[in-house]
Protein backbone atom coordinates (compact mmCIF):
# COMPACT_ATOMS: atom_id res chain seq x y z
CA UNK A 1 0.00 0.00 0.00
CA UNK A 2 1.30 3.28 -1.15
CA UNK A 3 1.86 5.78 2.39
CA UNK A 4 1.43 9.63 1.55
CA UNK A 5 4.02 11.79 3.21
CA UNK A 6 3.64 15.61 3.62
CA UNK A 7 6.39 18.20 3.86
CA UNK A 8 6.55 21.89 2.87
CA UNK A 9 4.20 23.36 5.55
CA UNK A 10 4.65 26.56 7.58
CA UNK A 11 4.02 30.14 8.27
CA UNK A 12 3.77 32.82 5.50
CA UNK A 13 2.21 36.25 5.82
CA UNK A 14 -1.34 36.95 4.20
CA UNK A 15 -1.11 37.41 0.50
CA UNK A 16 1.90 34.95 0.46
CA UNK A 17 2.35 31.48 -1.53
CA UNK A 18 3.34 28.05 -0.86
CA UNK A 19 3.91 24.95 -2.72
CA UNK A 20 3.73 21.98 -0.27
CA UNK A 21 4.66 18.35 -1.49
CA UNK A 22 3.67 15.12 -1.18
CA UNK A 23 5.74 12.15 -1.62
CA UNK A 24 4.55 8.58 -2.16
CA UNK A 25 6.56 5.71 0.04
CA UNK A 26 6.33 2.00 -0.16
CA UNK A 27 4.27 2.09 -3.60
CA UNK A 28 4.12 4.04 -6.67
CA UNK A 29 1.21 6.89 -6.84
CA UNK A 30 0.97 6.00 -10.06
CA UNK A 31 -2.12 3.97 -10.21
CA UNK A 32 -3.95 6.33 -7.83
CA UNK A 33 -6.44 8.84 -7.84
CA UNK A 34 -5.03 11.71 -5.27
CA UNK A 35 -5.81 14.69 -3.17
CA UNK A 36 -5.73 17.68 -1.06
CA UNK A 37 -7.82 18.09 2.27
CA UNK A 38 -7.73 20.51 5.17
CA UNK A 39 -9.01 20.67 8.72
CA UNK A 40 -8.94 23.45 10.62
CA UNK A 41 -9.22 23.93 14.66
CA UNK A 42 -12.03 22.65 15.77
CA UNK A 43 -13.66 21.73 12.03
CA UNK A 44 -14.09 19.24 9.71
CA UNK A 45 -11.78 17.90 7.55
CA UNK A 46 -13.02 19.46 4.22
CA UNK A 47 -11.87 18.94 0.64
CA UNK A 48 -9.91 21.09 -1.17
CA UNK A 49 -8.80 19.56 -4.29
CA UNK A 50 -8.65 16.62 -6.49
CA UNK A 51 -6.64 15.03 -9.68
CA UNK A 52 -6.99 11.89 -11.47
CA UNK A 53 -4.54 9.41 -11.59
CA UNK A 54 -2.94 10.08 -15.33
CA UNK A 55 -3.19 14.07 -14.00
CA UNK A 56 -5.59 14.72 -17.11
CA UNK A 57 -9.04 15.47 -14.56
CA UNK A 58 -8.61 18.36 -11.41
CA UNK A 59 -11.59 19.94 -9.24
CA UNK A 60 -11.08 22.46 -6.83
CA UNK A 61 -13.17 23.18 -3.76
CA UNK A 62 -15.10 26.43 -4.19
CA UNK A 63 -13.46 27.85 -1.32
CA UNK A 64 -9.84 28.11 -3.39
CA UNK A 65 -11.66 31.05 -5.65
CA UNK A 66 -8.57 30.02 -8.17
CA UNK A 67 -6.16 30.18 -5.83
CA UNK A 68 -5.06 26.88 -5.53
CA UNK A 69 -3.66 24.74 -8.23
CA UNK A 70 -2.97 20.66 -7.91
CA UNK A 71 -0.49 18.90 -9.60
CA UNK A 72 1.52 15.22 -9.87
CA UNK A 73 4.91 14.98 -10.87
CA UNK A 74 5.16 11.49 -12.40
CA UNK A 75 8.91 11.23 -12.67
CA UNK A 76 9.46 12.21 -9.24
CA UNK A 77 6.20 10.63 -7.68
CA UNK A 78 4.93 13.77 -6.02
CA UNK A 79 1.86 15.58 -5.50
CA UNK A 80 1.47 19.67 -4.97
CA UNK A 81 -0.61 22.26 -4.26
CA UNK A 82 0.38 25.18 -5.19
CA UNK A 83 -1.68 27.71 -3.13
CA UNK A 84 -1.18 31.82 -4.21
CA UNK A 85 -2.52 34.47 -1.97
CA UNK A 86 -3.48 32.94 0.95
CA UNK A 87 -5.57 33.97 3.56
CA UNK A 88 -6.11 33.82 7.14
CA UNK A 89 -8.53 31.75 6.75
CA UNK A 90 -5.89 28.78 5.07
CA UNK A 91 -4.86 28.31 8.01
CA UNK A 92 -5.18 24.20 8.85
CA UNK A 93 -3.48 21.08 8.92
CA UNK A 94 -2.96 19.63 5.14
CA UNK A 95 -3.69 16.31 4.60
CA UNK A 96 -2.39 14.46 1.22
CA UNK A 97 -4.51 11.24 0.36
CA UNK A 98 -4.54 8.45 -2.46
CA UNK A 99 -7.62 6.56 -3.29
CA UNK A 100 -7.57 3.21 -5.54
CA UNK A 101 -9.94 4.23 -8.03
CA UNK A 102 -9.13 6.26 -10.86
CA UNK A 103 -10.86 9.28 -11.89
CA UNK A 104 -10.52 11.95 -9.14
CA UNK A 105 -12.99 12.28 -6.07
CA UNK A 106 -14.14 15.34 -3.63
CA UNK A 107 -15.14 12.60 -1.25
CA UNK A 108 -13.10 11.65 2.32
CA UNK A 109 -14.40 8.07 1.54
CA UNK A 110 -13.21 7.67 -2.03
CA UNK A 111 -9.69 8.09 -0.15
CA UNK A 112 -7.74 5.21 1.93
CA UNK A 113 -4.72 6.29 2.45
CA UNK A 114 -3.57 9.58 4.19
CA UNK A 115 -0.64 11.05 5.20
CA UNK A 116 0.09 12.70 8.76
CA UNK A 117 -0.78 16.11 7.63
CA UNK A 118 1.36 19.04 7.12
CA UNK A 119 0.17 22.56 9.31
CA UNK A 120 0.07 25.78 7.32
CA UNK A 121 -0.06 29.05 9.07
CA UNK A 122 -1.33 32.18 7.53
CA UNK A 123 -0.81 35.63 9.50
CA UNK A 124 -2.68 38.48 8.78
Known amino acids: QVQPVESGGGLVQAGGSLRPPCAAA????????LGWFRQAPGKERVFVAA????????EYADSGDGRFTISRDKTKDKLYLQMNSLKPEDTAVYYCAAGPRYSKSRYLRDYNRWGQGAQVTVSS
Open 51 to 58: ISWNGGST
Open 26 to 33: GRSFSTYA
